[in-house]
């Protein structure tokens, strides 16, 4: 069984800065990409950044030079430090990874860390 947790949500200022966690556990052999996305109240869920497993990070567009995705393999943790929130950063922040099972790959989703943005 494999878990992602998430954690580091809550409630900042406008201006201000969090970093979410998410850390892997359980049984399988590596992890592929590791992402984040989020989701809005009556939204689609949507990408904000993408790191494989040597380091490739790839970013929405718009939130470039804000958000940082990094991980550590040692680990099995995919971070997001996120700095200059907007009102329109709040969403359920959810952790993704593609899992290495051996006899094949699966992705797994976390439980969804809440961030709000107060202006």
């Known amino acids: 069984q494999v878990q992602l947790v998430e954690s580091g949500g809550g409630l900042v200022q406008t201006g201000g800065s969090l970093r979410l966690s998410c850390a892997a556990s359980?049984?399988?052999?590596?992890?592929?990409?590791m992402g984040w996305y989020r989701q809005a109240p009556g939204k689609q869920r949507e990408l904000v950044a993408v790191?494989?497993?040597?380091?490739?990070?790839n970013y929405v567009e718009s939130l470039k030079g804000r958000f940082t995705i990094s991980r550590d393999n040692a680990k099995n943790t995919v971070y997001l430090q996120m700095n200059s929130l907007k009102p329109e950063d709040t969403a359920v922040y959810y952790c993704?990874?593609?899992?290495?099972?051996?006899?094949?790959?699966?992705?797994?989703w976390g439980q969804g860390t809440q961030v709000t943005v107060s202006s």
């Open positions: 993704n990874a593609n899992f290495n099972l051996g006899w094949s790959t699966h992705a797994y």
């Open positions: 359980g049984s399988f052999y590596s992890i592929n990409n």
């Open positions: 790191i494989t497993s040597g380091g490739t990070t």
